[in-house]
């Protein structure tokens, strides 16, 4: 990005202190012929946090003389006192105080530090643990060492912060300024450890499968279009897995499953960025009862990972505990719309119950009734899902790629997964009928050569594949970011995103 526009999101006053402290870093080179960016280590042997635990135990006024301590970080603050300098020092673990006093470091030190070290700058320290008069854990120093300098000034005013706007740009001065953003960070690291952990629990093998295709498959989705020039083909970034983990079931590769990127060129808002995590998971000789049962222990191990069952979002409670509930699409639609399609036989009755209802200039006037069907759930239903519930008995025709249901025809051995109102997973018995296949995805075909840009791309090789012998198959999507904002109590998918896309600053 140009520097001009990095330079818009910093304050005048900032970068007036940019400027002052480059010419101090010139200044530092000159005079004192040291260069703070060489290539030197520095053997950490202590983390703040762990120094915190072994030396809790101290007294104030207490000192373990005879107990080096040897650690780095950032210096946070400086408070500067005639021939004593308190610092607080910051590492990915903890913050901790220090103590300079000249006669424990010498002059030449002292005066050094008082010179050349500022906030912002990253330090070596070693010293021996105390706890001050007023009861502060402090490492009192008696050597040091700068190891970085840092130009731009630390962001202390970014404390409670409302324009999250910067946070999500600078998320680097956001992780600096807020330890707890680091923490959602660390709980999402285990988050998606205790998924592998699980899945690898049941045999299940960790794969990985192409992000560049010719083909944008496994969902309804718009995908992102670029161009390989040596090929000189068309190529489409992923917006799903499950296609290519299917073909791994065909290929006798057993349970498997993967974490990774898929990629929608759609909007964005608090539950939607075009760059997003997924876990696919392929079970032979399982169906979408068994994703169900895998679902909840996923969730529920999760949950434990970082710490509780009982969860809070956006002012409403959760007990992961207790067994998710299900319910049926036409359930929910008589349930919170009020609307029985059990009764509705036509096309057109269930188009003209959507208008009463109010969707009218939701519709194009060609619906089916399966798709007012969704329409409505989607109106009415969706939000009221609040409990983890499990939504069965979709449509076939908004299902193509889920078994039918041998009773109904019409409707899909299919499940979708909410939470607080949203949509986290998505499941299904696998559509293994290769004929079955074909017709569907003919049907989606028509509908993308109508305008349907979001309709399943036609995909003949997985039709071979599947041709070859598609095993009775459970699988199941689960949205990463939405897990682990409903796990954190994060308002925003961009808050459990280290870096979600911007637009750029004009």
């Not at 140009?2 to 200044?27: A, C, G, H, T, Y």
């Not at 036509?346 to 188009?351: G, I, S």
């Not at 939701?362 to 007012?372: C, I, L, R, Y």
């Not at 409505?376 to 609040?386: D, H, T, Y």
Request: proline share 4%; glycine share 6%; net charge negative.
């Amino acid at each position: 990005m140009p520097e001009d526009i990095m330079q818009n999101d910093f304050s005048s006053e900032d970068n007036e202190i940019v400027r002052q402290r480059k010419d101090k870093l010139l200044r530092l080179r000159s005079e004192e012929g040291y260069d703070p960016y060489v290539n030197e280590t520095w053997d950490r042997q202590d983390t703040l946090e762990s120094i915190r635990e072994r030396f809790d135990h101290l007294k104030p006024e207490e000192e373990a003389q005879d107990v080096t301590v040897r650690t780095a970080g950032r210096v946070m603050t400086v408070r500067r006192q005639g021939k004593a300098t308190f610092a607080d020092l910051a590492d990915e673990t903890s913050r901790m105080q220090l103590y300079f006093q000249l006669n424990n470091v010498g002059e030449k030190e002292y005066d050094f530090l008082k010179k050349w070290v500022d906030s912002g700058d990253w330090i070596g320290v070693v010293g021996h643990p105390c706890r001050t008069r007023r009861g502060e854990l402090t490492v009192m120093v008696t050597e040091y060492k700068l190891l970085s300098k840092a130009i731009r000034p630390l962001p202390e005013k970014w404390h409670g912060l409302t324009d999250t706007e910067i946070r999500y740009r600078k998320r680097y001065m956001d992780l600096i300024a807020n330890p707890e953003v680091r923490e959602v960070f660390r709980k999402r690291s285990r988050i998606i450890s205790s998924f592998r952990e699980t899945l690898e629990s049941h045999g299940t093998l960790e794969v990985e499968t192409p992000i560049l295709s010719v083909l944008a498959g496994g969902a309804n989705a718009r995908p992102f279009k670029t161009f390989h020039n040596a090929l000189s083909v068309d190529m489409y970034m992923r917006i799903a897995v499950e296609l290519y983990l299917k073909r791994l079931v065909v290929g006798m590769m057993g349970r498997v499953y993967e974490i990774g990127r898929n990629f929608r060129n759609e909007g964005i808002d608090t539950m939607h960025n075009p760059e997003f995590t997924m876990m696919e998971v392929y079970w032979p000789y399982a169906n979408y009862v068994d994703m169900m049962n895998l679902a909840e222990e996923l969730i529920r191990n999760a949950a434990k990972a970082i710490g509780t069952l009982e969860i809070e979002w956006n002012g409403t409670k959760l007990d992961l505990s207790k067994p998710f509930k299900r319910i049926t699409m036409r359930e929910a639609v008589k349930e919170f719309a009020g609307v029985d399609f059990d009764a509705i036989k036509t096309d057109e009755e269930a188009r003209a119950v959507a208008r009463d209802k109010g969707l009218g200039a939701e519709m194009t006037g060609h619906e089916s009734k399966f798709a007012v069907l969704n329409l409505m759930f989607e109106a009415f239903g969706e939000e009221k899902l609040i409990e983890p519930t499990f939504l069965l008995g979709h449509p076939t025709e908004i299902s193509p790629l889920s078994k039918r249901d041998p009773e109904n025809p019409d409707y899909t051995h299919r499940f979708e997964l909410f939470m607080f109102g949203k949509e986290v997973a998505n499941a299904f018995s696998e559509l293994n009928d290769p004929l079955d296949q074909r017709e569907r995805f003919e049907d989606q075909a028509r509908k993308k050569a109508e305008g349907d840009d979001e309709a399943h791309v036609f995909d003949e090789d997985f039709i071979n594949a599947i041709e070859a012998g598609l095993p009775p198959t459970g699988g199941m999507g689960i949205g990463m970011d939405r897990i682990v904002m409903f796990l954190t109590g994060a308002r925003s998918i961009r808050d459990v995103i280290l870096f979600p896309a911007m637009k750029p600053k004009a």
